[in-house]
C-alpha cells in the first residue's frame, strides 16, 4: 500500500508532466546547494560510502540506490554537517567526542555510544533540514525504514564482542 506522501508526489508529477524520480532529484540538488553554502561538495560514486569528509570538504554518496533513497542518505550526511557546527554542541551532547584518535578511546562503550548518539542526531537534523527549513516532500515511512536499518548497524558494530584471540 502506498503511502499519502507517495500518492501526492505522484499526483504532482503527473501535473507537471514530469517523472517522480524528478522530484527527489531536485530536492537532492537543493540539499546539493546547501551543502555549497556551506563550503562542501557532494560527489556521486558507484558504491561508495555515505560519508562527509570534513579534510575534503566532501559528501559522498553511493550512486546505486534510487533518487529517492539518495535523497534521504544525503539528508543524513547534511545532519552530520550541521552537528558538526560548534564543537561545543558535540562535546555537551557525546562524552567522549566521535573523532577522537586515540584507539583505546575508540574501544570505549562511551566512544560508541558517542558514534550511535551521532548517528541518531544526523537523522533527525537532517530530516529537519529536509521537512522545514527547505519544505521538501519526505515519505517518513521510507526514511525512518532507512533510518531504522542504518542505525541498527551500529547498534550491532556497538555491541558485537571483542575478538581477542587474534591480539596476540
Known amino acids: ?3 499519502d506522501i507517495s500518492i501526492f508526489i505522484e499526483s504532482i508529477a503527473s ?3 514530469i517523472k ?3 522530484i527527489w532529484k531536485r530536492q537532492f540538488e537543493d540539499l546539493e546547494k546547501w551543502l555549497h553554502k556551506k563550503d562542501f561538495c557532494v560527489i ?3 558504491g561508495a560510502e555515505d560519508i562527509v569528509s570534513w579534510q575534503k570538504g566532501t559528501v559522498t554518496i553511493d550512486s546505486n540506490p534510487q533518487w529517492e533513497n539518495r535523497y534521504y ?3 543524513h550526511e547534511c545532519g552530520h554537517v550541521i552537528a558538526n557546527e560548534t564543537a561545543e554542541f558535540l562535546e555537551y551532547n557525546y562524552p567522549c567526542y566521535v573523532y577522537e584518535v586515540d584507539g583505546r578511546k575508540m574501544k570505549s562503550d562511551a566512544y560508541k555510544v558517542s558514534v550511535v548518539g551521532e548517528e ?3 537523522w533527525k537534523l537532517g530530516r529537519n533540514l529536509g521537512d ?3 519544505n521538501h516532500f519526505i515519505d517518513h515511512n521510507k526514511f525512518d525504514k532507512m533510518m531504522t ?3 541498527m548497524s551500529y547498534l550491532y558494530w556497538a555491541t558485537e564482542e571483542e575478538d581477542d584471540t587474534n591480539s596476540a
Request: proline share 0%; hydrophobic share 40%.
Open 1 to 3: 500500500m502506498k503511502s
Open 15 to 17: 501535473q507537471f508532466g
Open 20 to 22: 517522480k524520480t524528478e
Open 44 to 46: 556521486l560514486g558507484k
Open 73 to 75: 542518505a544525503l539528508l
Open 120 to 122: 541518531i542526531e544526523a
Open 132 to 134: 522545514h527549513t527547505l
Open 149 to 151: 536499518e542504518c542505525i
